[in-house]
């Protein structure tokens, strides 16, 4: 098996378009799948893309497409977003379902988890309704042996009807028997399907409506299935099948009639709304316990009660948080131990390009100007942005990948689930709050696993509470120089991280407080119901995690912010050398920003720097520095006594230190940010008020603190 080519489509229709072009002779197989079951890790096996693979549920948003022969023999592969049900209740479950209805492939292979087969049954009986060409692969069946679960899949598979395969995915156990499985069905895109008995009342309202829908599904859908959704009443399924039927149902006279007797029969049983998806539900549920009845014996190991002691303490009230804050110390003293050196080496070398570059320009006899501003402001900045950001997002995002890998950040999620409820807000934020550590760009990006459009909009509005990797830097200047004294080496290190940790539970209170006060104002609604699986320990693939983290995260994000970092340096080196009278354009800036900088226990400076810090936080102590002593170019002291020599002499005091560190947690996202947040929004109104609504923040608190601290 190989990869031949391989592309993302949106639509589950255009994709199968796309892919009938492509090859007329290959069999297209959608791949379905609850959340976090390996299916993603199926498809990366099958076709070698390297398709990133979570661990929580949520990450496949979006068709993704490759290509793989087997035996001679050309396969499509459509992973499609992981679901729980047919009968779709979010983004990703209407695009699964949409393919499975309506993109037509010749088989659904369904990816289950083996150590809740009966679970992920659901989902099987649900396509088993629409196509009989299926095939069930029960994966994770090296995690079933570790847990101490044997299952019958042969009796699985006879009571079915169809193929089902064992597998573990990560080792590549059982993906040749998969083909072949697939290889072995029929051509016919549709099979005779399997028929689930529902209460008496729903089959006689399902027998009245699906003779009117038989001429109008022609083949293509089975007309039981559309019958049961058409009373379901999904009023986006029911347009899709409108098209498909190439005909608006509600105005055919014998399926609107049929319709209104069959509610009519249902209402009188008292079968409507959600009653009615209760009683579809349940009886699904009891024909999965019926097909795992004597099939799946669990026997605990010792592994599997050990994993559940874990369990009892990571998630527990007294243990759980404390272990949790913890862990977030552990990693951010470990990113700002680990970064130092990199940072020093990587400056060096770019700073002595710098130096080449000048020397270059001099030999050409280049303009001064042109000099100054290629290689001071634009290169300079660009140095300055890549050798501070880059080793601690090396650091980071490897780390939190390793977590997620591991399993634990499912666990972050569970504990402060019942916080984000309280404020209106989804658990799943927690993820994407966590994510934003390392990059808040990242963390928005990750808002793409919230299924609802209004708690999604509250994750990336609030995101940028959570300081990233660009601002640790500052904060961990300014608290080693005014509150940690003469403390260094590792103790110093590790106060630095228990004062971050500290800093970034003020954040996170901040962002609860928001989040609460977005969904009594500008987003008002109730907390959405979600399914939240802590899924099995598992031992990371250190390789995988490494490569995933630099080049799916750290790089992204890297360069995102070098596109914008470049022209801010033409911009700060042109501030900073053009003068008006006898002042540069940047001490001008900062005067006009003088007062109001003051009044949030600040200077003009300081805000200033902030303000052309909005491409990279990474240059805003830099360019304190310029401002202060007039360089003309981003400049670094060594030596943090000659900073705080510096910033003491220019009227800096601990009230200045605490709100320049406040107003640091608490400002405008950076454009990086904002520019994914327009891209994941698709609106300016959206990403103005994710730039506002942290800034209107910051002030307000900047200005109590600083005029009540004046007051003491």
Request: aromatic share 6%; charged share 15%.
């Amino acid at each position: 098996m190989g990869l031949t080519s391989g592309s993302t489509g949106i639509h589950a229709v255009d994709t199968r378009l796309v892919v009938k072009k492509q090859q007329e002779s290959h069999m297209v197989v959608a791949l379905a799948g609850n959340p976090n079951v390996g299916k993603s890790t199926v498809f990366n096996a099958l076709t070698g893309m390297n398709q990133h693979t979570g661990n929580w549920p949520g990450k496949t948003v979006a068709n993704a497409q490759g290509n793989c022969t087997h035996k001679g023999r050309g396969f499509v592969l459509v992973d499609i977003p992981g679901s729980y049900s047919l009968m779709a209740h979010s983004a990703e479950e209407e695009v699964a379902r949409d393919f499975i209805c309506f993109g037509a492939p010749d088989a659904v292979a369904v990816v289950c988890d083996a150590t809740c087969l009966e679970r992920n049954l659901n989902l099987v009986l649900q396509t088993l309704e629409i196509t009989g060409s299926v095939v069930v692969c029960v994966n994770l069946m090296d995690e079933a042996r570790r847990k101490g679960i044997s299952v019958d899949l042969e009796l699985v598979s006879r009571r079915l009807g169809v193929p089902v395969i064992p597998a573990a995915a990560r080792s590549g156990e059982g993906l040749e028997e998969l083909m072949d499985a697939l290889a072995g069905l029929p051509r016919e895109s549709r099979r005779e399907t399997r028929l689930i008995r529902y209460p008496k009342p729903v089959e006689q309202a399902v027998a009245l409506l699906e003779p009117a829908l038989e001429k109008l599904c022609a083949g293509r859908l089975p007309a039981r299935w559309a019958a049961l959704r058409l009373l379901d009443g999904d009023e986006k399924l029911r347009c899709s099948l409108s098209s498909l039927c190439g005909a608006q149902l509600e105005e055919q006279a014998d399926v609107a009639q049929a319709l209104a007797r069959a509610r009519a029969l249902l209402g009188q049983a008292g079968l409507t709304g959600e009653g009615l998806e209760d009683a579809i539900v349940s009886a699904l549920v009891r024909e999965a316990e019926r097909i795992c009845r004597g099939a799946v014996l669990a026997q605990p190991t010792r592994q599997e009660l050990r994993d559940r002691k874990i369990d009892r303490a990571l998630t527990s009230k007294w243990f759980g948080y404390p272990l949790m804050l913890l862990l977030l110390a552990a990693v951010l003293w470990l990113t700002i131990a680990g970064a130092n050196l990199p940072s020093e080496l990587l400056a060096k070398g770019l700073f002595w390009v710098q130096d080449q570059l000048s020397r270059a320009f001099v030999c050409f006899h280049a303009p001064e100007w042109l000099r100054g501003v290629l290689v001071d402001g634009v290169f300079r900045t660009l140095a300055w942005v890549v050798s501070v950001m880059l080793p601690p997002m090396a650091i980071f995002f490897p780390l939190f990948t390793l977590l997620e890998d591991l399993g634990y950040l499912p666990r972050v999620a569970f504990n402060l689930d019942k916080y984000f409820k309280k404020c209106c807000a989804c658990g799943k934020q927690a993820l994407t709050m966590c994510m934003g550590f390392g990059c808040n760009a990242a963390g928005i990006v990750g808002c793409r696993i919230i299924d609802s459009p209004r708690e999604r909009l509250i994750a990336m509005i609030t995101n940028n509470f959570v300081p990233c990797n660009g601002r640790f830097p500052t904060l961990i200047a300014i608290l080693s120089m005014f509150f940690l004294g003469a403390a260094g080496g590792l103790s110093g290190s590790i106060l630095s991280a228990l004062l971050l940790t500290g800093i970034i539970l003020l954040g996170i209170l901040m962002t609860f407080l928001v989040s609460k006060l977005l969904s009594m104002t500008l987003l008002k609604g109730v907390p959405s119901s979600f399914t939240l699986e802590l899924p099995p320990y598992r031992r990371p693939q250190i390789g995988r995690v490494i490569v995933r983290s630099i080049f799916d995260r750290t790089l992204f994000v890297l360069g995102r912010a070098a596109a914008v970092a470049a022209p801010a340096g033409l911009v700060i080196w042109l501030l900073a050398n053009v003068t008006v009278g006898e002042h540069t354009l940047l001490a001008l800036c900062s005067g006009f920003l003088d007062p109001f900088g003051r009044f949030l226990g600040m200077d003009g400076v300081i805000l200033l720097a902030f303000v052309l810090g909005l491409p990279a936080n990474e240059i805003v102590v830099p360019i304190m520095i310029m401002a202060y002593t007039q360089t003309g170019v981003l400049t670094d002291l060594a030596e943090l006594s000659a900073l705080k020599g510096l910033l003491v002499a220019n009227g800096w005091t601990w009230i200045t230190a605490v709100s320049t560190m406040l107003f640091s947690l608490m400002h405008w996202p950076c454009s990086t940010t904002c520019m994914t947040i327009r891209k994941e929004s698709g609106s300016v109104k959206w990403t103005a008020v994710s730039f506002l609504v942290p800034t209107l923040a910051g002030v307000v608190v900047c200005g109590l603190f600083a005029n009540l601290a004046r007051l003491l």
